[in-house]
């Protein structure tokens, strides 16, 4: 193991207190974690930096230690640095904790960073991530938390990384359910739904045991409705309220898709529904939406092309995007994700509705389906 000791440059800034940035790292051999608190930072403030001529050179030296399971330090987060706690943050809310899955990969990788920005839960709300890998992405996923550490991001007060959901998971306040199997070349439906629905089965038993009570849970991976389903099914301790399936991707496409033939901006469009699961059976409601608060067939009066191409085209634009690039559509998937949870924290337009898998009892059968929900919603989570 190599040890080596380091004299970082030192900065004058005027008007600047110091302040503390921290590291704590705590890893098993599935698990680790990294907290920090960034530098204040003010604009009226200059700052000027100069590096210590006197300083030392690193030296390394090499010593033997058995192994085991210690923990390690990560990066610039072994670094603690003298510094005093930032005015700005009196004004924060409290730290929330959001666990993602599938970590690693490409939805992820655009989600991570609207999260830690503030563009999802605000700019004064604190964010604490907690991804959820496995064994095989395991260091993709230390590459995920090497990108987030050099962002600088202010609201990014910790990061976790680990492959146990049981782990991962504690006391989360918001699961995002990412990561599941992607249907391969002659994979039948039923034997993706047999190795997905475990999957969301053990995640289901983890939130129910170690997530906050009123944990809010999005379910991503497809199919999202069933999958949504499986999870709360075994999460009985957790309202059954708080399980949604996201089909906010499919309302925004069915958004543009209006617009584009009203010749209007996609802002003008809505009270969309989705009806269904993510797939080719979905079926996006163009009678109850609404173009500048008009009935759609009073906007648009091509009623065949209503009719027939408006539902293939929402019903397969994601295999024709992957045709076009060659890829999936990770970023407007991660963009709907942010819409899905801005709508659930902030308070829905008078009038206007947004589409969302939720479970309903009726007559006592229990179901889970796709719905469009009002400013109700809002009281209810």
């Not at 999870?231 to 584009?260: S, W």
Request: net charge positive; glycine share 6%; hydrophobic share 40%.
């Amino acid at each position: 193991m190599a040890v080596a000791e380091l004299t970082a440059p030192t900065c004058a800034k005027q008007g600047l207190g110091s302040s503390q940035l921290s590291y704590l790292s705590a890893r098993t051999s599935s698990f680790r974690r990294l907290s920090f608190r960034p530098p204040r930072r003010t604009h009226s403030s200059r700052i000027s930096c100069s590096v210590n001529q006197t300083a030392q050179a690193p030296v390394a030296v090499e010593t033997e230690v058995p192994k085991s399971n210690k923990p390690e330090c990560f990066g610039v987060f072994c670094l603690t640095y003298d510094l005093k706690a930032e005015e700005e943050t009196k004004s924060w809310k409290k730290l929330i904790n959001v666990a993602v899955s599938g970590a690693a990969g490409m939805i992820s990788n655009h989600l991570l960073f609207k999260l830690a920005s503030g563009q999802v839960f605000g700019h004064d709300q604190p964010i604490a991530l907690k991804l959820l890998g496995s064994e095989r992405s395991f260091q993709a996923l230390e590459g995920v938390a090497m990108e987030l550490e050099d962002s600088l991001f202010p609201l990014l007060r910790e990061v976790q990384i680990g492959i146990d959901p049981y782990e991962v998971f504690q006391d989360v306040e918001w699961a995002l359910l990412i990561g599941a199997k992607p249907r391969g070349p002659g994979m039948e439906r039923a034997g993706l739904l047999d190795i997905n629905g475990q999957i969301f089965a053990e995640q289901g038993k983890a939130l129910n045991a170690v997530a906050s009570r009123n944990v809010k849970v999005i379910v991503v991976g497809n199919p999202c409705n069933t999958n949504a389903l499986i999870c709360l099914k075994n999460a009985p301790d957790i309202p059954a309220k708080n399980f949604h399936g996201l089909t906010r991707l499919d309302e925004n496409r069915a958004k543009c898709q209006l617009a584009l033939k009203a010749g209007v901006f996609y802002d003008k469009v809505s009270n969309m529904t989705i009806w269904g699961n993510h797939s080719t059976t979905q079926v996006p409601d163009f009678l109850n939406a609404r173009i500048n608060g008009l009935p759609v067939k009073e906007v648009i009066t091509d009623h065949k092309w209503l009719e027939e191409e408006f539902t293939e085209k929402v019903q397969k634009r994601g295999g024709v995007l992957i045709k076009k690039w060659g890829r999936s559509s990770a970023a407007s998937t991660a963009v709907s994700i942010a819409d899905a949870i801005k709508s659930l924290v902030t308070p829905t337009p008078e009038g206007d509705w947004f589409s969302s898998g939720v479970s309903i009892s009726v007559l006592n059968v229990h179901e889970y389906i796709s719905l469009s929900l009002n400013s109700i919603l809002n009281s209810l989570v």
